[in-house]
């Protein structure tokens, strides 16, 4: 099956400081990527669409510079949180779906960020 | 609006028994379901889905879906539950079909489930 990984893992840095999160597709081109938020034993809140060779498409209520969002490759899409704070702090997730079978989705093992 | 909605944050069963993982669904046209768990600290892992078709799915590890389209429902089942089975399971709705649906996945609140030896 196909496999989408993110990296880092896990991060953490100083508030007022620019944090940068890698989403791949390892085996397969994505067009379109997804980027979610999860809070503590909480759902999955879409953030984003990621669209390859384009800008991205943001969900009502979240800033996009805060949030931005770059699809340059096929295979890669990344998040950069700027200027970070607390509450930014979270679990960030990516997601690809599968050109093979277009409703099937993969999500990578996602990324927890702590800022201090 | 388009929603999903778990009505349990957690349910408990002890190993051996049957579990169910409820799901229901308020989506316009004929979506598609899935249903995805979550270990501690994890990424997703797909199930099943439901695209068309027999309305009871079969997925992963033994656990099935069924869908009911007048009761909008589309709970997860396992006859027989494991401790390894404890996690967080999410049911997720993607409306239409592809590529007109963009591929966003509207997530219920999560489950956890708790299976005691």
């Known amino acids: 099956g196909a496999v989408v990984s993110q990296h880092p893992s896990r991060v953490i840095c100083k508030s007022g400081t620019s944090v940068k999160i890698e989403c791949r597709s390892l085996d397969f081109q994505a067009t379109t990527m997804f980027w979610y938020r999860q809070f503590p034993k909480q759902s999955l809140m879409l953030m984003a669409t990621?669209?390859?060779?384009?800008?991205?498409?943001?969900e009502q209520g979240v800033e996009k510079d805060k949030f931005l969002i770059n699809h340059a490759s096929l295979t890669l899409s990344t998040l950069t949180v700027t200027s970070a704070h607390p509450e930014d702090s979270s679990f960030y997730i990516c997601?690809?779906?599968?050109?093979?079978?277009?409703?099937?989705?993969?999500f990578g093992p996602g990324t927890r960020l702590t800022v201090l | 609006a388009q929603s999903v909605a778990q009505p349990e944050d957690q349910v408990n069963v002890a190993e051996g028994n049957p579990l169910t993982v409820k799901c229901t669904y308020s989506?316009?046209?004929?979506?598609?379901l899935f249903w995805y768990v979550q270990y501690p600290n994890r990424g997703l892992q797909f199930l099943l889905k439901y695209i068309t078709g027999d309305n009871l799915v079969k997925g992963s590890y033994g656990f099935e879906a069924e869908f009911n389209k007048s009761q909008t429902s589309f709970h997860l089942k396992k006859p027989s539950a494991l401790v390894s089975d404890s996690a967080l399971y999410f049911c997720a709705v993607s409306p239409g079909r592809w590529p007109g649906n963009t591929g966003k996945l509207i997530f219920g609140q999560g489950t956890t489930l708790q299976v005691k030896p």
């Open positions: 989506v316009s046209g004929n979506p598609y």
């Open positions: 997601s690809a779906p599968w050109t093979v079978r277009r409703n099937e989705q993969f």
């Open positions: 990621s669209n390859e060779g384009s800008k991205a498409t943001y």
